[in-house]
């Protein structure tokens, strides 16, 4: 059994802000790293590889980006991929969801034809569209399950219970499908041993670019691309308080009082 | 090269300001109402003041000298009250605190070291230093020599300051006075080593500008301090050898013709007030941080000594986990999993090395094969073993390492509900690499005849390690008092120290009594009050004085 789980390199979320003048992300000194949701995909598929007996089934891991998102790629063969490909080429920069799905359908039809499941996380947490993994099932032609939390595969079927607004439903679907996940198997995030560590860099990572998919360069990155990003803004930061240095009471309600009058929040004089 | 005549330094006359501009509360009623939090440190030792006052520049500081010496109080001088020896606590007087005092002041680049400093006042604490290193906000700040800031801000690279005493609120005066140090000394020695020049107030009222490099003690351990009136401060420094064989914070530093800096690095207070430090910072490279997990603690500490000698492998640090301190945690793992977020702790590990290793793609396999090597050799495999290397893993790294004494702590709490005398016992005790196998051996022996509970983690990179006596009650406290006594005998008949990081301070002057004999107590007292003739500064810390008892 083969599993595929697509993934995405992000920049770490709570330090990510908007230059206020130029409107774009500052990513500088923000370390990327593997999408937190990609991460319980991928240690969705090592439980089931996990629970395999016959120890049968082979995790692919497979992401669309610039060349450092190989680390991407490397951290899910530390947690438990064996192999992973990394379709990397300057045809695919500006991809837009579509574009990033046809890429991603093409990159999976070439290296795993013969795959049973993928698996991705259910958004990644820098563009928050979760379009992509849709548009990848759609483009494949293959059922698509959302919002995993447990997944149980039986023989060439697939159970997944999967969260909705009221609460759980359980979904079965014959494979190969994508299922998304938006939580992972344990509550601790995983950390690969130092042998892990070494073996992933034994394992097979291959860069595969824009020639090797044999697809029409229209179709790819911004030439492919429905959207584009016009504006990214931050949300307006709330106004913080002003706190007075109270050791002196005299001072401090001398300003407090002048504060409350520029506001014109009080109208009367105190003597 | 020691040059004679350069144990001879003058203090500078400088501008002070009007006494009624400072900040100051004064009343030891309210001071111990409204301000209680500047009665005391970390050790939770309390004291009491008359005057508490908050100097914004080095100006105010001297105005305040001279009104104290005037009046004849003593002040304590009191930053980020994260020492745990109770140093800043005031016994009466004054205090000083100088946390207002946190700027950034100037940052230089020295051509021939080729590395980059950074002058600072005294309050800054080491978090923002490094802040502000890493996102380069140097906008403020002087430029000491010629292009510093736009060299800098060109780099590259990022810069910081490597000094991590845990707490990285404290600040950088605080550092200084304390000689402070942390798991990174076994790679980055202590502070010391990363002073590049202090201004400091004595109690006349004059400053005293030192780099390092300039003033050494001559032949006979004497120093003159030139003041502006014309006459002449004679300190002779003890005539000991401070003992840096192994990690040691216990007493005044001496050591033959030795740099005037390094006096007062260190001395807790007892000659005069810190006003201004400068800093090296170095250039921060990437790492990644290791837990390996062995099946005794004879194999652990042979890792330690292979991967203190390996050729190959530097680590910046190596800790220590008993078995007793995985115990702990396991507990902590069992009832609540998110508190310590961390996997599982393999069942069969009876002791843990956390290490931290430079950190490239270059390098990491052949470090790993060479430590999977020496784990071999340990009865180990890098199996069972943890490893990340991006940020929010070493966030992980290191929050495992700080659970532990957390755990103890909160154990100690809940103890005392029932007995509220109680408190934690913990050690700070070093010995020579050739010791150190025996005084762990010692310790368990002691405490497992005893049937007392307790865990030892840490520093072991540097033999220094902390053991947590944990008593249920009052009976096994006394207990737990002596046999502490006892270690530091141990620990001094294999050359050791009894204090290796926290200081001396008012709450460990019985140990340091261990450590050096009522002479050379004596000539501390003697280098103390000829720098300090009025007993001004820090009365009460490392060793008692007149009066202050």
């Known amino acids: ?271 | 090269m020691i040059i004679v005549s350069s144990n001879i330094i003058s203090s500078i006359k400088v501008e002070f300001v009007p006494f009624n501009e400072i900040r100051k509360i004064h009343g030891s009623q309210i001071i111990s109402s409204d301000y209680p939090a500047y009665l005391v440190d970390e050790s939770k030792l309390e004291g009491n003041a008359e005057w508490l006052f908050f100097p914004k520049s080095e100006a105010e500081i001297i105005s305040i000298i001279h009104f104290l010496r005037e009046k004849r109080i003593p002040t304590y001088i009191s930053a980020a009250r994260t020492g745990i020896v109770g140093s800043c606590v005031p016994k009466s007087g004054s205090i000083l605190s100088i946390e207002k005092m946190d700027k950034m002041l100037g940052l230089g680049f020295d051509e021939t070291k080729g590395k980059y400093y950074c002058r600072l006042e005294p309050g800054i604490p080491l978090k923002v230093i490094n802040d502000k290193m890493m996102k380069k906000e140097v906008e403020k700040v002087r430029e000491l020599t010629p292009n510093a800031i736009s060299r800098f801000l060109e780099e590259k690279k990022s810069y910081y300051y490597p000094m991590d005493p845990t707490e990285m609120s404290a600040s950088i005066s605080g550092t200084v006075a304390t000689n402070a140090s942390g798991a990174g000394t076994f790679k980055y020695g202590a502070t010391r080593k990363w002073v590049k020049k202090i201004r400091i107030a004595l109690s006349n009222g004059e400053i005293l500008e030192i780099p390092r490099g300039k003033y050494y003690a001559s032949n006979d351990g004497m120093f003159i301090v030139k003041q502006t009136d014309g006459t002449d401060l004679v300190c002779k420094i003890p005539s000991y050898e401070f003992n840096t064989d192994v990690k040691n914070a216990a007493g005044i530093y001496a050591k033959p013709n030795m740099d005037l800096i390094d006096l007062f690095i260190g001395s807790e207070g007892l000659f005069g007030v810190i006003t201004e430090v400068e800093i090296w910072v170095i250039e921060k490279h990437p790492l990644i941080s290791n837990v390996l997990f062995f099946n005794s603690e004879p194999d652990a500490l042979n890792f330690v000594k292979l991967i203190r000698s390996n050729q190959i492998v530097s680590p910046e640090f190596i800790e220590y986990f008993c078995g007793g301190s995985l115990d702990l945690l396991r507990n902590v793992q069992n009832k609540n999993p998110a508190f310590l977020n961390m996997p599982q702790i393999p069942s069969k590990a009876r002791s843990a090395i956390f290490f931290d290793l430079p950190y490239s793609e270059d390098n990491l396999v052949s470090y790993f094969e060479e430590i999977d090597g020496l784990a071999n050799q340990c009865n180990t495999t890098l199996e069972t073993s943890w490893s990340g290397y991006e940020n929010r893993e070493f966030l992980r790294f290191k929050h495992f390492r700080h659970a532990l004494p957390e755990t103890v702590n909160s154990i100690i709490a809940e103890r005392k509900r029932q007995y509220p005398a109680l408190h934690k016992l913990g050690t700070d005790i070093s010995v020579p690499e050739e010791n150190f196998s025996n005084m762990m051996q010692y310790y368990h022996s002691v405490l497992q005849e005893a049937a007392l509970e307790y865990v030892i983690f840490g520093h072991i990179g540097d033999f220094h390690v902390h053991l947590n006596i944990l008593p249920k009650n009052i009976e096994e406290l006394e207990l737990g008092q002596k046999f502490y006594e006892q270690f530091a005998k141990k620990a001094v008949e294999y050359d050791g120290s009894v204090s290796a990081e926290h200081g001396i301070g008012k709450i460990k002057i019985e140990f340091l009594k261990i450590m050096y004999n009522e002479k050379e107590i004596e000539q501390m007292r003697s280098t103390k009050i000829a720098l300090d003739p009025l007993l001004m500064f820090n009365c009460g810390n490392i060793f008692e004085i007149q009066g202050d008892k």
């Open chain 1, 1 to 271: 059994m083969k599993i595929v789980v697509a993934i995405k390199q992000v920049p770490e979320a709570d330090k990510v802000a908007v230059n206020s003048e130029t409107g774009t992300l500052i990513r500088e000194g923000i370390e990327s790293i593997l999408n937190p949701f990609c991460e319980y995909a991928l240690d969705m598929a090592v439980k089931i590889k996990d629970d395999d007996l016959d120890n049968s089934i082979e995790i692919i891991a497979i992401s669309m980006g610039p060349p450092q998102a190989k680390m991407a790629l490397l951290r899910c063969l530390e947690l438990g991929a064996d192999r992973a490909f990394l379709l990397s080429d300057s045809a695919f920069a500006g991809s837009d969801v579509w574009a990033t799905a046809l890429t991603l359908k093409e990159g999976i039809r070439k290296v795993v034809p013969k795959f049973d499941l993928i698996i991705c996380g259910k958004q990644a947490i820098d563009g928050d569209t979760a379009q992509v993994p849709a548009e990848l099932a759609e483009n494949l032609g293959i059922p698509q399950i959302f919002y995993g939390v447990e997944l149980k595969v039986e023989k060439k079927k697939i159970k997944v219970k999967k969260e909705t607004e009221n609460g759980f439903q359980i979904i079965e679907t014959r494979m190969p499908a994508l299922i998304t996940i938006s939580k992972g198997p344990s509550n601790i995030r995983r950390l690969p041993s130092m042998k892990n560590v070494i073996e992933a860099r034994f394992k097979p990572l291959d860069i595969i670019t824009a020639d090797e998919l044999e697809i029409d360069r229209a179709k790819l990155g911004l030439n492919g691309s429905y959207t584009q990003v016009i504006d990214i803004f931050a949300p307006p930061i709330k106004e913080t308080g002003k706190i007075i240095d109270g050791s002196d009471p005299g001072k401090a309600a001398d300003q407090m009082m002048a504060f409350l009058k520029k506001k014109q929040l009080i109208k009367f004089e105190v003597e």
